[in-house]
């Protein structure tokens, strides 16, 4: 019996299962909606002029929409020295 099954080609067919997500997809609807933002500090040897105490950042954001990348670069902080 089994080899007439094999021989005719019937099959029982796949069940697929729809993968599941336990969190709701957030998808950026128009440019800004949705940004990353990434800070960085940036070391005393990379800065080429004197920073007189001060450290300097660099702060990245990516819009989700559009893939736009913007870099600003200078916002400093002055270190305490006790």
């Not at 099954?5 to 997809?25: A, F, L, M, N, V």
């Not at 080429?48 to 400093?76: L, S």
């Amino acid at each position: 019996m089994c080899r007439q099954i094999r021989t005719r080609g019937y099959k029982q067919p796949e069940i697929r299962r729809k993968s599941y997500t336990r969190y709701d997809k957030i998808d950026g609807k128009y440019p800004g909606d949705k940004v990353q933002v990434d800070i960085k500090y940036v070391p005393d040897d990379c800065i080429k002029f004197p920073t007189y105490g001060y450290k300097y950042y660099q702060i990245t954001g990516i819009d989700e929409y559009g893939r736009k990348r913007i870099n600003k670069a200078g916002g400093k902080a002055r270190e305490e020295i006790s």
